[in-house]
């Protein structure tokens, strides 16, 4: 191969690479691991307290007995469970919901489980922005790199809201694909806020109901709503994708 041969597969290896100038590539780092320092510290220091195992938490009677064990610390620890849970989704949502709606009330339950829940998110988002795109596109170029670049700007808010609404679809890509795309924390954390809400509204009324009431028709209506929506918004977002 002569000298121009090589400069001319030189050139060519370097325009397939991609373009990392103006990647996210460790934004929010002292946040994430002091955040998750203090997580961990914090939910080995509940286990030790209190050891419990994922069967009892993954049931209403048992996370809610398990809550009420601490006495007057109960909303930390419940916080703490949720948290984790928006990290790694090992107990049931729509469970956690109900057991906090039934634990602590409809108002209460609704904000420890949506401040509990974007914290989650926000760790995760951070957490995958400190690996960043650098590491991202050796490992899936030609596969995610288009639809990452995708949500950056007001195109990203609408994906995230999307996705939010979608309860079905795994919480944690969304903070891991929203972590490594060049989207902002700020729209990523407000499409975050707005998609979880009516959910979590949804679910929390439901588990209160089950105890505090025995209105049977609003349940169903509620519980139809939670179904329906998602539905009526993935076929408007197919819709608008062809």
């Keep these: ?3 121009t041969e090589r400069k001319k597969e030189t050139s060519n290896n370097m325009k397939k690479c991609p373009d990392l100038s103006g990647r996210p590539s460790g ?6 691991l002091i955040s998750l320092t203090v997580v961990a510290v914090l939910v080995l220091g509940l286990y030790l ?3 419990v ?3 009892e938490l993954s049931t209403i009677d048992g996370f809610s007995r398990y809550a009420r064990s601490f006495g007057v610390i109960m909303p930390v620890a419940a916080f703490l469970i949720i948290l984790v849970q928006a990290m790694v989704p090992v107990i049931p949502f729509v469970m956690l919901c109900s057991a906090v709606g039934i634990l602590f009330g409809v108002g209460k339950g609704i904000a420890i489980l949506w401040v509990g829940t974007l914290t989650g998110a926000s760790i995760t988002f951070f957490l995958s922005r400190m690996l960043g795109y650098r590491w991202a596109v050796p490992e899936y170029e030609g596969k995610v790199t288009a639809y990452l670049d995708k949500m950056n700007g007001p195109g990203g808010f609408l994906i995230i809201l999307t996705l939010r609404l979608l309860p079905y679809f795994p919480a944690p890509l969304v903070n891991i694909t929203a972590g490594i795309s060049r989207m902002k924390f700020a ?6 806020a707005i998609g979880k809400l009516p959910f979590i509204i949804g679910y929390t009324y439901l588990g209160y109901n089950l105890i505090n009431s025995k209105d049977y028709a609003l349940m169903l209506a509620v519980f139809a709503a939670l179904v329906i929506i998602p539905y009526l918004i993935m076929k408007i977002a197919k819709k608008e994708s062809t």
Excluded: R, W
């Excluded at 729209?187 to 975050?192: I, T, V």
């Design 1 to 3: 191969m002569n000298s």
């Design 27 to 32: 934004n929010g780092q002292p946040f994430s």
């Design 49 to 51: 307290y209190k050891p």
């Design 53 to 55: 195992t994922l069967e």
């Design 187 to 192: 729209a990523f954390l407000s499409a975050s």
